[in-house]
């Protein structure tokens, strides 16, 4: 494994050379869809104000999430891998495939900073935050593609707006649901 810092995090994913397996590939990106989700839903009902408020509570969501993930996949792990204790290494890779639900306030956040310093205007700052978590979740087809030793295509276009419509009728049931 290289030792540039940021595969602690996510391993091979962006090597041509040593691409991350199947078995680590998917639940990471069913963890970055979910916490993108998550994170669109609590940025849309989102009161801007001149406070930190709204970056706590993105990221708020986005540490009580991951924090739920990990001690859910580790309750289920028990049933699936029965009473072998994990290695340390198979522990690492398990937390490491959620940590993608972890890393998708990040921006967002960020974001919100820029708003709240005075940069841009905080409501154009929240619309930005919620365009980038939707291209985001649209652009997880690229990477499945690119997985699959596939090149985009007019498919993959046609994939990725599929999926961030559906995304988005998701946070929307959520969104009116919920609040």
């Known amino acids: 494994m290289s030792t540039r810092p940021w595969t602690l995090l996510h391993g091979p994913l ?11 590939a998917a639940p990471r990106i069913s963890a970055y869809i979910y916490g993108n989700i998550l994170i669109l839903a609590v940025l849309i009902p989102l009161h801007v ?8 509570i993105l990221a708020g969501t986005a540490a009580s999430t991951f924090i739920a993930h990990v001690f859910a996949e580790g309750v289920s792990r028990r049933v ?8 340390r290494s198979e522990a690492l890779g398990h937390l490491r495939d959620s940590v993608p639900i972890l890393t998708s306030a990040l921006l967002p956040c960020a974001i919100l900073l820029i708003g709240l310093i005075g940069w841009i205007e905080p409501r154009t700052a929240q619309l930005v935050a919620e365009i980038v978590i939707l291209l985001r979740i649209g652009g997880t ?3 499945i593609d690119r997985l699959n030793n596939e090149r985009p295509s007019r498919a993959t276009l046609l994939s990725a707006g599929a999926v961030t419509l559906v995304a988005t009728v998701i946070v ?6 919920t609040h």
Do not use: C, M, W, Y
């Open 141 to 143: 087809v690229f990477v």
């Open 172 to 177: 929307v049931i959520k969104v009116v649901v």
């Open 80 to 87: 699936s891998d029965g009473k072998v204790q994990p290695t």
């Open 14 to 24: 962006f090597s041509r050379d040593n691409p991350l397996d199947r078995k680590h």
């Open 49 to 56: 104000e001149d406070d930190f408020v709204g970056i706590a």
